[in-house]
C-alpha cells in the first residue's frame, strides 16, 4: 500500500504537522486529521527512481572493487597496524600510516 503524505492547513498561513498515512489507492484523500480533526491536504511527493546515481547503485559499487577500479579510484583497506593493502584502482600494493 501506498504511504501518502499530509499536511495540516493552518488559519495562520504557517506549515503545520506533517505525518503519513498508509492506504489504498483507491481511497479518497484525507480531508481532516485523523487524530485530532483539524483540516489537512495531501503533500505531493516526488517518486522514488533509482537511477546511476542512487544510493542503491552506489552501494553496490562501493563494494565491488572491479567497478572502483573501473571508475578510477584506489580501495585500500586496513591489514594491520598502520598497514594497508590496496584492493581495487591505481597505486602502490601496500601503504604505511606512517610515510
Known amino acids: 500500500m501506498p504511504t501518502y503524505v499530509y499536511e495540516v492547513i493552518r ?46 547503485v552506489a552501494s553496490r559499487t562501493a563494494n565491488d572493487d572491479k567497478k572502483l577500479g573501473e571508475l578510477g579510484f584506489t580501495k585500500y583497506v586496513k591489514a594491520g597496524d598502520g598497514h594497508y593493502e590496496k584492493t581495487a584502482g591505481k597505486g602502490p600494493s601496500t601503504l604505511n600510516a606512517d610515510d
Open 11 to 56: 488559519d495562520d498561513g504557517e506549515p503545520g504537522e506533517v505525518f503519513e498515512v498508509e492506504q489504498s489507492m483507491r481511497d479518497d484523500a484525507l480531508t481532516s486529521h485523523p487524530e485530532t480533526g483539524e483540516p489537512v491536504r495531501r503533500v505531493i511527493q516526488p517518486p522514488y527512481i533509482p537511477g546511476a546515481m542512487s544510493d542503491h
